[in-house]
């Protein structure tokens, strides 16, 4: 894996790493979900150096249970989709 700015560039293997090891976690997300204001804090400047706390939350949060956690998931994904290169 290599970091491009706020981009990091990494086989297939490597980002289904990060996804087993969100899923394995034994800490889950289940209902909690950041605020959209949290969520713009956190990964505001360098998404890169949050993506696999973000891709724990996509993958361990609980169905969202309403509109504002329905559009959170969305945000965290296309950030996870904006942050990661997959390359051969």
Known sequence: MKRL???LIMTFEEMNTLYEIADTAECKAG?????????????KYDPATYVDFLIWI????????SKEAQSI???????????????E
């Open 5 to 7: 700015d706020n981009v």
């Open 31 to 43: 209902d909690w979900y950041p605020t959209l204001d949290d969520l713009n804090h956190i990964v």
């Open 58 to 65: 996509y993958e361990t949060a609980n169905f969202p249970s």
């Open 73 to 87: 998931k969305i945000e965290i994904n296309n950030i996870i989709k904006n942050t990661i290169q997959i390359i």
